[in-house]
């Protein structure tokens, strides 16, 4: 098995981080803003982006091959596809 280093260290971590503390905050605040409908929304779009920081400096996904970057996408779709068929079940209901 072959060890790749990527040159930056511990300080790629400490800015991903860093950055998920400031959007777990923001997304806190959020929470006291009077968001109305776009509430959901706008929770999605927080957890979205912090997911993508954990994919590709955590997992290290851009660091990949592409193979491996396809299962992982095909992984996220599916859940995406399982999360739509439950909010259209129970809007339905």
Avoid: Q
């Avoid at 905050?25 to 920081?53: D, M, N, Q, W």
């Avoid at 992982?72 to 859940?79: E, G, K, P, R, Y």
């Amino acid at each position: 098995m072959e060890t790749r280093r990527t040159g930056s260290g511990g300080l790629a971590y400490l800015g991903a981080w860093l950055a998920l503390l400031v959007l777990t905050l923001l997304s806190f605040g959020a929470h006291y803003l009077a968001l109305g409908p776009f509430a959901t929304a706008v929770s999605l779009a927080f957890a979205c982006v912090k997911a993508s920081i954990v994919f590709c400096v955590f997992m290290h996904l851009t660091h990949e091959p592409v193979s491996i970057r396809l299962v992982a996408v095909a992984n996220v779709a599916f859940v995406v596809l399982l999360s739509a068929g439950i909010a259209l079940d129970v809007a339905s209901h």
